[in-house]
């Protein structure tokens, strides 16, 4: 007779992004009997990182343990943006079954398809909460629906079928098993209630041989590498030898020097764990996602993990630009190099490939989201660099050249739908459906190759003035289409000189384009500082500087007007960057430039490169 932990329950919470996944976890840690009384909890308490803050965001899986009714309930917060999708897959491995956060007005998101796909394909038992129940536009019935035309969709079984739901504002800290916002208590009962009845126990096989999978790495600069992961069979001690199974077959010998459990919002040391618990586990430098943890005696290694590979790519370089070294810390090619290979310690979404040349990288992600965080934490810890355009990764499918496809949802008022139809037809976009959802709104599905929407953000928020809403997640490799997708429609506005730029230059040069520099920014030449109202790049003198000809004229100026200044976020200068440009990220200052700088010399390699 198959044996239980009664006492443990292992769940992951997903969620599209904004659903409220961090929030409901924020609230289970409050009401349950972890956290002492006098611990103040801050809003997003696992979102710890300070962009994931800033954002609003989850970039990195995060575990969690809470207390109730005498059962310890171990829970991953994971993240909703399919960007950060490597990081659900493999979390779905550590858990017996999901809890499902669905917004009661936004409904079914593409992301939500994405992990709900995950959770099923591992047979996990699902529970569905319908959050933001208190929202005025809540619709939690039409929801409800929706929810489970998806687990249909996706072809759950009769098990996952009969989910169970709960209604909640994990803002407010209440839910109920009621629809009904009057019904609501302010309590999180009914969600730990259903978790400890409907989520299966793991089975208690520890007196059977060591079996412990890494899902997560972290790393620590005193214990080095950290894997994270849960014991599928056996116990696990302190001073243990081990044995690790490597990904390429070889094994290597160990000695645990350390263990560490999660309770709260802390990681504590433990002497020993075994089958069902999630720990972390040190004493490993070598210790990689997916690899299995047994005793010397008896190694018998886990399934690997599968990880989805990078879908765009980009080529990082040093500064190499007339102002490279005045504003960062780190600016060598061995000081960047050294940090993106620590960052392939946790992240093993990311590849980093070295060129011909010793000072560029080729960098692949799973999208641009994925690769713009990496860059913004590397500018804010102080070094320079330079990126590329982003290009998709072709890779070869059953023999035929194939490139990614994105699934994307649209959600917009009628008025526009004409214009987003036409813009992604251009992009060689597929329309799947279209279903109108009340009051003047528009649900729009898309098959987009992914090279499509690079750049293409921006222009959909110009194109709704702000209304639209777009989510896309990766579909699926499909043959290359064979003709220019995407791009700018508009050239640049480049400078000519060195030196400041100034108001009377910027007024000259305003009814060209839209100017990206305030005056008195510094420049240099082939520096991007604007964008051509036409589809030619424009070269222009930013720092002319008007002759005063008496008192006159130069008190005229001090009384000259011009348009606030279009500043491009790192996200938009990603976007808006073309083939021949570089964007160069300080920890100061973000510019895009031409890669060749003189005017004449790009003249020239434009005429080659059309020769050819």
Not at 84 to 99: A, T, Y
Not at 530 to 556: F, H, P, Y
Request: no cysteine; hydrophobic share 40%; aromatic share 6%.
């Amino acid at each position: 007779m198959t044996a239980y932990r009664k006492d443990i329950r292992n769940v992951a919470i997903i969620a599209h992004v904004d659903h409220g996944k961090t929030t409901l976890v924020d609230e289970l840690l409050k009401q349950s009997e972890t956290l002492d009384s006098h611990v103040k909890l801050q809003k997003r308490a696992m979102d710890s990182n300070t962009l994931e803050k800033e954002r609003g965001i989850t970039i990195l899986a995060k575990n969690t343990a809470v207390s109730y009714k005498g059962a310890r309930i171990n829970i991953m917060d994971t993240p909703g943006h399919a960007d950060f999708g490597g990081e659900v897959e493999r979390i779905m491995k550590m858990v017996d079954g999901v809890v499902l956060v669905v917004d009661a007005y936004e409904g079914v998101m593409p992301q939500t398809r994405f992990v709900l796909k995950k959770a099923l394909e591992q047979h996990l038992a699902p529970i569905v909460v319908i959050n933001k129940i208190d929202k005025s536009s809540a619709r939690p019935l039409e929801v409800i629906d929706e929810v489970l035309e998806l687990f249909i969709e996706l072809g759950a079984d009769d098990d996952q079928l009969e989910f169970p739901v709960i209604y909640a504002s994990a803002i407010n800290g209440t839910s109920s098993m009621s629809e009904r916002l009057e019904n609501q208590e302010h309590t999180m009962n009914p969600v730990f209630d259903t978790i400890l009845e409907h989520i299966p126990a793991p089975i208690d096989n520890s007196d059977e041989p060591l079996q412990f999978q890494v899902s997560l790495l972290d790393y620590n600069d005193y214990v080095g590498r950290i894997g994270i992961g849960r014991i599928f069979r056996g116990k696990i001690k302190v001073g243990d030898s081990v044995t690790l199974s490597k990904l390429d077959g070889t094994t290597k010998n160990f000695r645990v020097t350390k263990l560490f459990g999660f309770f709260g919002l802390q990681r504590l040391e433990i002497k020993e764990a075994k089958a069902g618990d999630l720990i972390a586990i040190s004493g490993m430098e070598d210790i990689f996602v997916g690899e299995t943890v047994t005793p010397t005696d008896t190694v018998e290694p886990l399934p690997i993990l599968h990880i989805d590979e990078p879908t765009l790519q980009m080529t990082f370089l040093i500064n190499n630009s007339p102002f490279a070294g005045r504003e960062g810390k780190w600016v060598t090619a061995r000081k960047v190099e050294e940090r993106l290979q620590a960052e392939l310690q946790t992240d093993v979404s990311l590849r980093v490939e070295p060129t011909d040349s010793p000072d560029r990288w080729r960098v692949s992600g799973r999208g641009e989201l994925h690769l713009a965080i990496l860059i913004e934490t590397m500018r804010r810890e102080g070094y320079e660099l330079q990126v590329s355009r982003p290009e998709v990764i072709e890779r070869e499918v059953d023999g035929v050249k194939s490139e990614p496809f994105e699934r994307v949802q649209i959600d917009t008022p009628e008025e526009y739908q004409g214009a987003i139809i036409k813009a992604l037809s251009e992009r060689k976009g597929e329309m799947l459906d279209m279903i109108p959802t009340g009051n003047g709104q528009v649900r729009l599905i898309f098959l987009v190759p992914a090279r499509g929407l690079i750049g293409f953000s921006t222009e959909f928020l110009s194109m709704t003035r702000g209304y639209g809403i777009m989510n896309h997640t990766f579909n699926q490799y499909l043959p290359v289409i064979n003709t220019k997708i995407g791009g700018r429609h508009h050239g640049a506005l480049v400078s000519m000189d060195t030196g400041k730029a100034t108001i009377y230059a910027i007024m000259s040069i305003e009814e060209r384009g839209t100017v990206f520099v305030n005056p008195g920014t510094e420049v240099y030449e082939g520096m991007i500082v604007g964008e051509n109202s036409r589809d030619n790049d424009l070269t222009v003198n930013i720092t002319k500087v008007k002759q005063m000809t008496n008192v006159r004229s130069a008190t005229k100026d001090q009384t000259a007007v011009i348009k606030t200044p279009k500043i491009l976020t790192l996200e938009e200068s990603l976007e808006f960057m073309a083939d021949d440009e570089y964007l160069e990220v300080t920890p100061k200052i973000i510019r895009l430039r031409k890669q060749i700088l003189n005017k004449n010399e790009r003249e020239k390699a434009q005429k080659r490169a059309k020769k050819q």
